[in-house]
């Protein structure tokens, strides 16, 4: 009797298992049904509804009045109506940060999210929500097969090659990654350029330049550009500077701001270039602590503000979209919204804690300047919906809740769910199974020492 009762207590009990994977109700992080446009508190303004998805890459940090909290590192995309379509919890699978998203030709992503001392910079199926490659940078700084770059924020794909905005303290660079070669093609490095940059500006110990954008500049492009060849733009955050340096020569060409220069830059983040209606180099960026975006054009001596518009809290990201409205990551404002020339939000959603990054239907910007469009001036965005705290705490908790848990991630296979547009993975039915299994193995150990 006694190599018996134990194997029909689990036999009884893998029945129990297998009727509730079967069933369609289930109790787990995402149980809830997906919310409603008149249910989901992440939904803000949405006047104008866009064609395509926008994408989101969510830091995952909180500030409050003590500290930062961790929060989920997330990538979600959301539909028109500003509803979840489906998210990828970074945190879930390792991660620390998440930063940079760009959509590749393809219709696949590239997703930059770092870990301790490391950075993964990877092409993801957005359809499978899988890796089709990663890259894994965590060997030494001087190492050409496997350098260590430390919280890279931007990662450009052109080709086989990436090009990392490297911010380790020690080895500040702009970094030409060959993924066919395995090995740094190129690379530029802060220390060889004290003269533009010295070591007794910037930001603190260990944290001198915080480079936190990198976009290539192809200069042939443009007849009002007396230059050939390919320049990298950099958004260096510590010198409030945006510099463009020359890949063949490594000169410094051109830089916009300077350091404490801050009514032209203040701590600024994800410059977008974008060619005047002349051909000129015009910058799209956002002024992070001076609470706005930005537009300047350079008429081959000096930068001139075209345009702006305030009214945010540490802006992360601006792109300018086909049809002329600018697409805005607001940081502190927890939120991503679409704003007119004129300031108007027309859409927006809200996504704690700390959006980086947001794009919609091509990496950066791909619109027109505004000198293109016929506007300057200074605007301030009008027409959002009314957000308090306890807003934002809704919010997080749909989106968290949307998001897969650790738990999701690791039972998605075995149940058949797909935990990344919200479907719940059945918790007991999960946890039935886990005793099952150790109800099976006491068995058998009961039988072998009965």
Known sequence: MRSFRAPVVSTLLALVLVASLTSTAGVGMAATATPTPSSNPCVGTVTDEPDSRTLVSIQ??????????????????????GEFVWTRN?????????????????????????????????????????YVWLERFDGAPNDTENPLVTDAHDVDKAGDELVIADKGEGHERLLVYNRTRDEVAWEWRFENHTDRFPKRGGGPEGDWTHLNDVDRVNVSQSDAVD????????????????????????????????????????????????????????????????????????????????????????PRDADRLPNGNTLITDRMGHRVVEVTPTGEIVWGVYTPYEPYDAERGAPSSNGPTMREHGIEGRYVATGAAEFAEEDVEACSDALFSFAPSKLDVVAADAVDRDVHRGESVPVVPFAVGGAVALLVAGAAVYRYRG
């Open 227 to 314: 230059a050939e060849g390919e320049w990298f733009m950099a958004s260096v955050r510590n010198f409030d500077t945006v510099a463009f340096v020359n890949r063949s020569s490594k000169e410094v060409e051109v830089t916009l701001g300077g350091d404490g220069n801050h009514d032209v830059l203040r701590r600024q983040h994800n410059p977008d270039h974008m060619w005047g209606p002349n051909g000129e180099h015009t910058v799209l960026v956002a002024d992070s602590l001076n609470d706005r975006v930005v537009e300047y054009e350079y008429d081959g001596s000096e930068w001139e503000r075209v345009w702006s518009v305030t009214g945010f809290d540490e």
């Open 60 to 81: 995952g940090a909180q500030l409050t009045e003590d500290a930062y909290l961790k929060r989920p590192a997330l990538l979600a995309s959301f539909a028109s109506d």
């Open 90 to 130: 970074a945190s879930a699978q390792g991660r620390w940060w998440a930063y940079d998203v760009d959509p590749l030709p393809n219709g696949n992503l590239l997703f930059v999210t770092t870990e301790d001392r490391a950075t993964l910079v990877g092409e993801l199926d957005p359809t499978e929500n899988e």
